[in-house]
């Protein structure tokens, strides 16, 4: 990024975020990101299998105690981040510039985000009420069905966005009481490891969600094999879909295959809260 | 008159006495051999395969039922295929309410001769199919019935839209059930089926094969084939089933699950459970007892939901105990047409064969094994009922499903301890919870990882209520609002 005459610019390193930390690669390896003409612009970390590993351990212990936390709560918290987002447009306006976007694209991409981010927030306590139901059963009982978070879910996000891809996925995913392991776009991983900052800054619990650059091709089978991952969030095709799904079997891994244009509108919705919820029914005799 | 009320004084001494009270098998009128039900039709098998149906309770044959071979599911799947594109697919949702209607009050009215060959086929007692199976099937059929004009209701801000064929792979522990459970709400939501029964028990459905004739439900809209592991397979397979719903165990939901990858099938699973029955000192202990009872000994513990892990509260582990093999000392176990039977035949050898291997490790690993004592007849396959206790949560018979008459105890001390207990487990579809303390029971039903929670009850199903597991119990929910999605594309 240039730099003005009198001052060496600091570079930004950037690292993957993990338990609320930010470490570096285990592996102690990285990358590098080019802008759109070939040019190197920042290193990013090149995950290991064995980040993803810890990254799940860190979800998988954060999973029940925000599950726990009231839907208001996560709401406030979602808002929060959407607000953290907001003050720092101008950071990521530049790393979007930066990964290739115009100016009219990223503004776009960063105000969608920022939207959906308020969209997911005031669903926090809403989705309930909506998909639940109090069944009417041919007996003394009473009896209600009430959706819950599946547990941990690994979100791939797609290549061709920064930010937006990343966020649609992330926001219904945790909102429902989810935490997650993300990957993000290989070729654009500068605004997923800074919205790691982000969240870091708007009391999202550590291990609630944990973000991860480096390369699919090396981490899609740990992502589907993993048997302590309850869902996968993904975009794919071909053979990789193939992997994706059959690997998804060892642990009847909800499988959760999303090819859609995040920056349109429409492509937000309570929908996509309920495909990492399962469904519980409960049964009570009704008598004295 | 002194007299007269010393000979009329009860005497409870000895037990209680029942005379033979055999349902007569009579409406039930079997013919020789089964073909396959494709396209409206009675059709043989193109290879003229036929295998013997048994009734495991006499290991006598029942029929012949014939074999389906990969061009025969070809035929069937083009014939559900041509029936959703040409008619079913078309069909207004009022209309194909009232055909489902139909097959509702037909199977009401033929109760009777469903619930006896269920029995026949399945070595279930009759009391359970005359009780259960047939009026929850025929429920089943009527609660779908009423979503097929209402789906707009259903799905806020989207429209359903159907998916084409549904290819449907069903269990022996509850075969026409299971069927309904499939077929209803697939018609509802406008797809056509392909199903295919289990192995040991194909009558029941292929007599609502017949049924679904005299409904005059157009050809093709339910195709009925039967079959072993290789006819489902060649069903998951075929490039024109747009859905596989598949019940059974979850080493082949697995496999299914691996084969359908990289297709654009979308699939639900209903698989294995190894469900936690929890019961708290403060529980009403008798009601406890009785609900044990029926968690594991319902349907010969045939169920994927059976409650086959108990957990008791140490302090009332003693008590609990006592009365447990009481009341296992008065279950009656034999002839499943008898009406006062409690517990039946085992639904094959090779099931019983698999019993008796679990049961044999449960020894070995230093399980201490309690078995009613009672007789049970010489023709057959036959497993008493029983107790392991001295076991834990790494026993095999602890962790492994067994699909039969087997509960293993455990005892705790804390609510957060059991919770902990009860979700170390891959398997997430059930579970029961017994306290008189109903903060206890939001509390522990919450946190436990299952699809279904049966608070001071167990076993208990409607049409209206969604049924599913969590992790490898499987994905998706059958019964209810929630049971229309898996069968629907949201637009």
């Known amino acids: ?288 | 008159m002194k007299k007269d009320k010393k000979e009329h004084a009860l005497n409870f001494e000895t037990p209680f006495q029942y005379a033979p009270a055999p349902e007569s098998t009579a409406p039930v009128k079997l013919k020789e051999r089964y073909a396959l039900f494709i396209d409206g039709k009675f059709q043989a098998p193109s290879k003229g395969i036929y295998l013997p149906s048994i009734n495991p309770a006499t290991e006598e044959t029942l029929a012949l039922v014939a074999v389906a071979d990969e061009s025969d599911v070809n035929k069937a799947v083009k014939a559900a295929a041509n029936a959703y594109k040409g008619v079913w697919g078309k069909l207004p949702g009022k209309e194909r309410a009232k055909y489902i209607y139909r097959i509702a009050r037909i199977l009401q009215e033929r109760a009777r001769e469903f619930a006896i060959l269920e029995t026949m086929n399945g070595g279930k007692p009759i009391r359970e199919s005359r009780d259960i199976d047939i009026p929850l099937a025929a429920a089943h059929f009527f609660y779908y019935a009423g979503w097929a004009d209402k789906l707009d209701y259903a799905f806020p801000g989207r429209k359903a839209q159907a998916l084409g064929v549904a290819g449907q792979i069903i269990p022996w522990n509850f075969p026409l059930l299971m069927a309904a459970w499939k077929i209803a709400p697939a018609l509802a939501t406008g797809n056509t089926v392909v199903l295919k029964p289990a192995e040991t028990t194909p009558l029941t459905a292929l007599l609502l094969a017949e049924l679904i004739q005299e409904a005059d439900l157009p050809p093709g809209v339910v195709n009925i084939i039967t079959g072993a592991g290789e006819t489902g397979a060649a069903i998951v397979r075929h490039p024109l089933v747009n859905k596989i719903a598949f019940t059974g165990s979850t080493e082949v939901g697995k496999l299914i699950q691996r084969s359908l990858a990289g297709t654009d099938k979308r699939y639900t699973l209903e698989l294995g459970g190894k469900a936690a029955n929890i019961i708290f000192e403060d529980a009403a202990l008798d009601q406890a007892v009785e609900g044990i009872i029926n968690a594991i000994f319902f349907n010969q513990g045939h169920v994927c939901c059976a409650g086959s892990r108990l957990f008791v509260q140490e302090s009332v582990a003693d008590q609990v105990m006592r009365k447990l093999r009481d009341r296992m000392s008065t279950l009656r176990i034999g002839d499943p047409l008898d009406k006062n039977t409690d517990i039946g035949a085992i639904n094959s050898k090779e099931q019983l064969q698999k019993i008796q291997g679990l049961v044999k490790k449960g020894i070995a690993e230093g399980g201490d094994m309690y078995q009613a004592d009672c007789s049970i007849p010489k023709k057959g396959f036959w497993f008493k009922p029983t107790l392991f206790t001295g076991v834990s949560a790494s026993s095999t018979i602890v962790k492994e499903e067994i699909f039969g008459p087997v509960l293993s105890i455990q005892t705790f001390r804390t609510a957060d301890e059991v919770i902990e207990k009860a979700n170390n487990t891959p398997y997430g579809l059930s579970g029961g919870v017994w306290t008189d303390k109903g903060s206890k029971i939001f509390k522990v039903s919450k946190q436990l990882k299952a699809g279904v929670v049966w608070a001071n009850t167990y076993n208990k199903f409607d049409p209206t209520s969604p049924f599913g597991g969590y992790k490898e119990s499987g994905l998706g929910r059958e019964g209810g609002l929630h049971g229309l999605a898996p069968y629907v594309h949201l637009v």
């Open chain 1, 1 to 288: 990024m240039a730099t003005k005459a009198n001052r060496l610019e600091i570079l930004k390193t950037y690292k993957l975020y993990i338990d609320g930390k930010f470490p570096r690669s285990e592996s102690g390896r990285h990358y590098l990101v080019k802008s759109k003409n070939g040019n190197g612009i920042a290193n990013a970390c090149l995950a290991s299998r064995k980040d993803l590993r810890d990254a799940i351990v860190a979800a998988r212990k954060a999973q029940d105690a925000w599950a726990a936390r009231s839907a208001y709560n996560r709401g406030q918290i979602l808002y929060r981040i959407a607000e953290m987002l907001e003050g720092r447009k101008a950071q990521f306006m530049e790393e979007m510039i930066a990964q290739g976007y115009t100016v009219g694209q990223a503004t776009n991409e960063l105000q969608s985000s920022i939207d959906r981010l308020v969209h997911y927030a005031g669903w926090s306590d809403k989705y309930q009420a909506i998909f639940s139901a109090v069944n009417p059963v041919d007996s003394s009982h009473f009896n209600f069905s009430v959706p819950e978070a599946m547990g941990v879910v690994g979100i791939l996000c797609e290549e061709k966005s920064a930010l937006i891809g990343l966020v649609s996925l992330i926001a219904p995913a945790i909102v429902g009481g989810n935490t997650c392991v993300v990957l993000s776009s290989e070729s654009k991983p500068l605004c997923a490891s800074t919205f790691g900052e982000v969240l870091h800054a708007s009391d999202v619990p550590a291990g609630v969600v944990n973000i991860l650059t480096g390369s699919r091709a090396e981490l899609i089978k740990t992502y589907a094999s993993h048997m302590d991952v309850n869902a996968l969030v993904f975009d794919a095709s071909g053979e990789s879909l193939k992997t994706i799904q059959s690997e998804a079997a060892a642990n009847v891994k909800r499988c959760i295959h999303l090819m859609d244009d995040w920056s349109q509108a429409k492509s937000q919705s309570p929908y996509h809260i309920m495909n990492t919820q399962e469904i519980k029914t409960t049964w009570h005799p009704i008598g004295v």
